[in-house]
Each structure stands twice: as structure tokens, then as C-alpha cells.
């Protein structure tokens, strides 16, 4: 009796230790009004401050090493979770999305689950999606607030 329940603590230690395979998002970018410059991803979870500077993971994606037809494709491979993200096409090269005086972008942009504005930027609600170990393909369409 002894040998099964040490067999059966070991097995349930074991399980518990044992790595998750990580989820893919496979981000779909379509609607660039050109196919010059990049195209910058951040990615959130529940606990990091959607939209601020620090992302969970981010990457700059260059448009004609990415393009596949009409839609730039980038994959991800993260944690099980929920996520959220932002895109902006960055054409004029500058690695940063440039705003207005009133701090309206002037670069096309686009978010998780197309979330649109509505009076102010999409809230992170709005946003976001859960990844499990399926992959998740989210396809947004570049457009300006």
C-alpha cells in the first residue's frame, strides 16, 4: 500500500512539473496601404498596462520579408493565456508610431480582435483573446482611429 501511494505522489509531482507546450498566434495584417516600412507588434496580458511600453513580447516585422499576397503574417509562440495586441504600420522607417498634436496616430494601426475606438482607445476587454494550445490565427485590418 505504501509502494502505490509513493507511486501515485511521485506521478502527480511529476505531471505538475511537467513543461505546457506553449499556444501559436499567428497575427494576419491585412489593409497596409503600402508595402514599404514595418509593421511593430505588442503583445499584453491581463497583467501587463495595455498600451503602455511594456509589452509581454513585441516584434518588428519587415513588411517584404513577411508578405504573403496582400497579408503580412508573423507568428508567435506563448504561454497558454489570455493576450491582447496592438499593431501600427511604421512606413516612414522611424521604429515609432507618430501621433498627432491632439496624440491621434498617423499611422494605421490595428488591434486584437479588430477592437476599434470609442471615445478614446479600445479597451483591453475588447481586445482580448484566449490562446490555448491550438492555434489562434487573428486577422485585423490596418485603418487610423
Do not use: C
Amino acid at each position: 500500500m505504501r509502494k502505490q501511494l509513493f507511486t501515485l505522489l511521485w506521478l502527480v509531482a511529476m505531471a505538475a512539473t511537467a513543461e505546457v507546450p506553449p499556444g501559436i498566434l499567428q497575427v494576419e495584417i491585412t489593409g497596409l496601404k503600402d508595402e514599404t516600412g514595418d509593421v511593430y507588434i505588442a503583445i499584453y496580458r491581463p497583467q501587463d498596462d495595455w498600451l503602455g511600453d511594456e509589452a509581454f513580447a513585441s516584434r518588428k516585422v519587415v513588411i517584404a520579408e513577411a508578405l504573403e499576397g496582400e497579408v503580412v503574417a508573423a507568428e508567435f509562440e506563448l504561454p497558454v493565456g489570455d493576450y491582447a495586441f496592438t499593431a501600427f504600420h511604421d512606413a516612414n522607417g522611424n521604429g515609432e508610431l507618430d501621433t498627432n498634436f491632439f496624440g491621434l496616430p498617423k499611422e494605421s494601426i490595428a488591434m486584437s480582435n479588430n477592437a476599434k475606438a470609442k471615445f478614446g482607445p479600445p479597451k483591453y476587454e475588447d481586445a482580448v483573446f484566449v490562446l490555448e494550445l491550438e492555434p489562434v490565427i487573428q486577422r485585423v485590418s490596418m485603418g487610423s482611429l
